[in-house]
Nanobody, 123 residues
Framework: QVQLVESGGGLVQAGGSLRLSCAAS?????????MGWFRQAPGKEREFVAA????????YYADSVKGRFTISGDNAKNTVYLRMNSLKSEDTAVYYC???????????????WGQGTQVTVSS
């Protein structure tokens, strides 16, 4: 089992940057899990944003964020990050951190997720 807590969301102007953090705790080592970031805008389904493999050696991005967002992990801090640059109004959503045994871009495939953090980008 793992518990996930996201932080770092907020209100930012278009073109600005934010860094989201996802702190993991639990009985299983953080390095056992692949991690993903998903987001959900009002009235829309949750969508994949980025993912990182257990080793950290492989990363995956949605086309809409490629080149602007960077996912990274720090096993010593049991934390995964999502650096978001050049933010656009369409990035506005609640961002969720998710964890699972296998890295995937599929919605609903991870075993654990947090409560989410709101990101609002004003134009």
């Amino acid at each position: 089992q793992v518990q996930l807590v996201e932080s770092g969301g907020g209100l930012v102007q278009a073109g600005g940057s934010l860094r989201l953090s996802c702190a993991a705790s639990g009985r299983t080592s953080f390095s056992y899990y692949a991690m993903g970031w998903f987001r959900q805008a009002p009235g829309k389904e949750r969508e994949f944003v980025a993912a990182i493999s257990r080793s950290g050696g492989s990363t995956y991005y949605a086309d809409s964020v490629k080149g602007r967002f960077t996912i990274s992990g720090d096993n010593a801090k049991n934390t995964v990050y999502l650096r978001m640059n050049s933010l656009k109004s369409e990035d506005t959503a609640v961002y969720y951190c998710e964890a699972g045994v296998v890295v995937t871009t599929a919605r609903g495939a991870y075993n654990y997720w947090g409560q989410g953090t709101q990101v609002t980008v004003s134009s």
